[in-house]
């Protein structure tokens, strides 16, 4: 969920829970004081009452309108004084209407009279449903304004840090380009820019002298090794050997490659890592999977395996070498770590490669099985080929896979 979005969610359910609390409120605040506007006049009418009593010795005449009346009962004793609600029948339409009344007590001649004043309460209920109404129409158009000032002005507050975090993802650690700087007066937009400036120089500075000493490692790492295999050269032409020296000596010869070949995939995989390797085109895929089973045939040959494909056109745009490197890999392990009379299956369509073999009749850790120097036996290679498989498969933003059903090995690259 995008920032902006949430803080709008927010915002809006805040707003509509502040402004129902304030309208509960509002409404019954309202409500009282009209209430108590009504027992006012009621209050009003009883003094009046009182002061005719008193100035004539009589009672006034009983009046009834369409929303008040005023009437006098005879009573042996005085009851108690009492304003509550009660209903009313308008003489118009003779509709049933809320009201209020008001008992009290007068003496005319030393009679004892009720006075009952009632008082309609529709126009007061009326009043406050447009009162409702117009509040309830500020609230929705409150909260509609609120949604677009959210929606558009923040939205251009906010469109600096987008097109920075835009050319943010697009930073290439090995290119030269750096990061355009924010066009914002926002102090906090600066801020993150001039961060975000020095973190990316302190990565190019890291990334450089980790390249150079790669680079410088690796071929300082050659000339030893070239002097070794010269002088071992020149050492085996120098005379016959017996049986244990010509071991001795092949063992010598089998540690040199291997060093060289762990030389070179290192220097592969740190290339791969820093996204150095970019000369991309399109592959035919289809063709470029039947190539490299066709490289394997006299090693499947040798060892009597078979191998099945079942490929599907598919272009993908990509480094040639390293996908030859990533086909070699997969193929080649699934022929160097099966076993004799075994079988290879290797499928291609537009969703995914699969390559499956049968071999060790036990499922390996897929955990371990992509960690660099992992070997799953004790084989020559240098255990960096998942390694540098998963490192293409990540660069071209590919999923590789180890699955083991039914005693077969599967290996899937979900493009």
Not at 67 to 93: C, M, W
Not at 160 to 168: D, K
Not at 179 to 198: G, H, M
Not at 237 to 253: A, P, W
Request: net charge negative; charged share 20%.
């Amino acid at each position: 969920m995008k920032l902006l979005t949430r803080y709008n969610r927010l915002t809006i359910m805040v707003t509509i829970m502040i402004m129902v609390v304030a309208a509960v409120v509002y409404y019954f605040t309202i409500t009282l004081v009209l209430s108590k506007q009504v027992d006012k006049a009621l209050i009003v009418e009883e003094n009046e009452v009182q002061e005719y009593v008193a100035v004539n010795n009589a009672l006034p005449h009983i009046f009834t309108t369409n929303h008040q009346s005023v009437t006098f009962t005879k009573t042996a004793n005085k009851l108690p004084r009492a304003i509550r609600d009660t209903v009313y029948q308008e003489l118009k339409g003779n509709e049933i209407e809320p009201a209020r009344v008001l008992y009290t007590n007068v003496q005319v001649a030393g009679q004892n009279y009720l006075v009952t004043v009632i008082q309609s309460t529709v126009e007061t209920e009326d009043l406050l449903k447009l009162i409702f109404g117009i509040t309830s129409g500020l609230i929705f158009t409150l909260l509609a304004a609120l949604f677009f000032i959210n929606r558009f002005i923040l939205s251009s507050i906010w469109q600096p840090f987008y097109v920075f975090l835009n050319q943010l993802k697009g930073f290439k650690v090995a290119e030269n380009t750096g990061i355009p700087a924010i066009a914002s007066n926002i102090d906090e937009f600066r801020e993150l820019d001039s961060a975000v400036s020095i973190m990316a120089a302190r990565v190019k500075d890291d990334y450089h002298t980790l390249k150079t000493f790669t680079e410088n490692a690796s071929h300082e790492l050659m000339t030893p090794i070239s002097i070794m295999n010269s002088k071992l050269d020149s050492f085996v032409q120098t005379g016959e050997f017996t049986d244990n020296q010509s071991k001795i000596l092949n063992d010598v010869y089998g540690s040199l490659n291997r060093l060289t070949r762990l030389n070179k995939a290192m220097l592969l995989l740190v290339k791969i890592e820093n996204g150095l390797i970019n000369d991309e085109k399109e592959i035919n895929l289809k063709k470029l999977t039947a190539d490299t089973i066709t490289q394997f045939e006299e090693l499947t040959d040798n060892l009597n395996i078979e191998i099945s494909s079942d490929l599907h056109d598919h272009t993908i745009k990509a480094n040639l070498p390293l996908m030859e490197i990533l086909l070699n890999n997969l193929i080649g392990n699934a022929i160097r770590h099966n076993k004799t009379d075994g079988q290879v299956s290797v499928s291609l369509d537009k969703k995914a490669l699969r390559v499956i073999n049968t071999g060790d009749n036990k499922a390996l850790i897929s955990q371990d099985i992509f960690q660099r120097f992992h070997k799953a036996s004790a084989s020559e290679g240098t255990g960096l080929g998942l390694t540098i498989s998963q490192q293409i498969c990540d660069n071209y933003g590919f999923k590789l896979s180890y699955s083991f059903e039914d005693g077969r090995h599967q290996f899937t690259i979900l493009f």
